[in-house]
């Protein structure tokens, strides 16, 4: 593996402004917020994609971004909202590939935008369709699991 980035902050070998930190994650500022108290969650351990992370460890990561979530409201920060963030490989403009979860706080008229075309309504047999297809998956998943 090539140098991670991500990797040398939570071995402590790269400069961060930790925010919470325990045996399996840590929470540190972005360097490139979106908006003031932006916040990055990692495993300490490296996992380049979701698929390479352990369900526990990945479980674990939401549980630290919820409590990051209530403290950014509790904090003064602005904050009258929040998005949680993860990019999973490159089409979905993962930049770092190191698994990480970003927590932004929200307000009113905050630069940042989700551009999509939300106007878009799949009938239901397609809808039905492409669930039937990701369930086949997930039962695949399980049964290759046990």
Request: aromatic content about 8%; overall charge negative; proline content about 4%.
């Given at each position: 593996?090539?140098?991670c980035?991500?990797?040398?902050?939570?071995?402590?070998?790269?400069?961060?402004?930790?925010?919470?930190?325990?045996?399996?994650?840590?929470?540190?500022?972005?360097?490139?917020?979106?908006?003031?108290?932006?916040?990055?969650?990692i495993?300490?351990?490296?996992?380049s994609?979701?698929?390479?992370?352990?369900?526990?460890?990945?479980?674990?990561?939401?549980?630290?971004?919820?409590?990051?979530?209530?403290?950014?409201?509790r904090?003064?920060?602005?904050?009258?909202?929040?998005?949680?963030?993860?990019?999973?490989?490159?089409?979905?403009?993962?930049?770092?590939?190191?698994?990480?979860?970003?927590?932004f706080?929200?307000?009113?008229?905050?630069?940042?935008?989700?551009?999509?075309?939300?106007?878009?309504?799949?009938?239901?047999?397609?809808?039905?369709?492409?669930?039937?297809?990701?369930?086949?998956?997930?039962?695949?998943?399980?049964?290759?699991?046990?």
């Amino acid at each position: 593996m090539d140098e991670c980035v991500f990797c040398e902050i939570a071995a402590g070998r790269a400069a961060a402004s930790v925010v919470y930190e325990d045996e399996t994650a840590l929470a540190f500022m972005d360097i490139q917020p979106v908006n003031p108290g932006h916040l990055l969650i990692i495993p300490k351990q490296h996992a380049s994609f979701l698929a390479d992370l352990h369900e526990a460890t990945g479980a674990h990561l939401f549980r630290v971004a919820m409590r990051m979530a209530e403290a950014l409201h509790r904090s003064g920060i602005r904050c009258e909202g929040v998005n949680l963030f993860l990019a999973d490989g490159e089409a979905a403009f993962q930049e770092v590939f190191h698994v990480h979860l970003h927590v932004f706080p929200r307000f009113a008229g905050d630069p940042f935008k989700i551009e999509a075309d939300w106007s878009v309504r799949p009938a239901r047999a397609e809808l039905d369709a492409v669930a039937a297809t990701i369930r086949s998956a997930v039962t695949a998943i399980e049964e290759g699991s046990s």
